[in-house]
Nanobody, 119 residues
Framework: QGQLEESGGGSVQAGGSLRLSCAAS????????MAWFRQAPGKEREAVARMSRYGVTSYADSVKGRFTISKDYAKNSLYLQMNSLKPEDSSIYYCAAASTAYACDDAYWGQGTQVTVSS
């Protein structure tokens, strides 16, 4: 069993919503910097959203205003709420966690969850 496990992916029509979850095996991961990435076939992996150890969030321009990253410390989980989905959001989504409290080094990764948005 890995340190991070994503769930919540699926198929949805354009304009729809999905919420991705990333369950961490220990509180250490949730307390540190975490992020969501995505990678579509033939494209490089890109950072979608990030939340620092202190709760500061940042988003890729392509998802600003549509996606929201959040944490639930009681459940050791990271979430990505995705609204107004577009076909170009189709990708495998991965969560990542830092190995240290002092940097967002994305040292740990989940296996990914597929999101498919149809037009």
């Amino acid at each position: 069993q890995g340190q991070l496990e994503e769930s919540g992916g699926g198929s949805v029509q354009a304009g729809g919503s999905l919420r991705l979850s990333c369950a961490a095996s220990a509180p250490t991961y949730i307390r540190n910097c975490m992020a969501w990435f995505r990678q579509a076939p033939g494209k490089e992996r890109e950072a979608v959203a990030r939340m620092s150890r202190y709760g500061v969030t940042s988003y890729a321009d392509s998802v600003k205003g549509r996606f929201t990253i959040s944490k639930d410390y009681a459940k050791n989980s990271l979430y990505l709420q995705m609204n107004s989905l577009k076909p170009e959001d189709s990708s495998i989504y991965y969560c990542a966690a830092a190995s240290t409290a002092y940097a967002c080094d994305d040292a740990y990764w989940g296996q990914g969850t597929q999101v498919t948005v149809s037009s």
